[in-house]
């Protein structure tokens, strides 16, 4: 499977609908799954990388807080179409709840896209600690 990756701005059209980069596309394919991520993101993910996601859903625990967890990402999720054009509508839903109104941001993140509101993006996308974080994940055997 291709890795998703790359930054990529865009803004939304009047529609809701935005462009998913081709590069993206070749990846995901013409319909996708796309769903409330964390941090205050969407997720887009391939129908292959979704049935993997929902396969790991499925593993948890009965528990209260897993079932909050599949109902968060389960609740929200909604299969999109690319037009001719590379477009894509996202639901209203979604875009209100990740403060998608106009600038948008796709950042490809190996195995899903997010989409953020490029406001959000920026205010989150703070590369000033990334030097510590970089030194603990040799923990998890990466090294640079």
């Excluded at 990388?49 to 109902?71: A, C, H, N, S, V």
């Excluded at 299969?79 to 106009?102: F, H, M, N, W």
């Excluded at 896209?113 to 959000?120: A, I, L, N």
Aim: charged share 30%.
């Amino acid at each position: 499977m291709n890795k998703l990756a790359g930054k990529f701005e865009h803004t939304i059209d009047a529609k809701g609908r935005i462009i998913v980069p081709s590069k993206l596309r070749e990846v995901l394919g013409e319909s996708f799954i796309v769903t409330l991520g964390m941090d205050g993101c969407l997720y887009i993910f391939s129908d292959d990388g979704w049935d993997k996601f929902t396969e790991q859903l499925e593993k948890l625990p009965g528990t209260i807080d897993y079932r909050r967890t599949k109902r968060y990402f389960m609740a929200n999720a909604a299969s999109c179409d690319v037009d001719k054009q590379g477009r894509t509508l996202i639901p209203a839903a979604l875009r209100e709840r990740a403060g998608i109104d106009k600038d948008v941001v796709l950042v490809g993140m190996i195995d899903k896209v997010e989409v953020w509101s490029k406001e959000r993006f920026e205010a989150l996308d703070s590369f000033e600690s990334v030097d510590e974080i970089v030194e603990n994940l040799s923990e998890y055997g990466i090294s640079f």
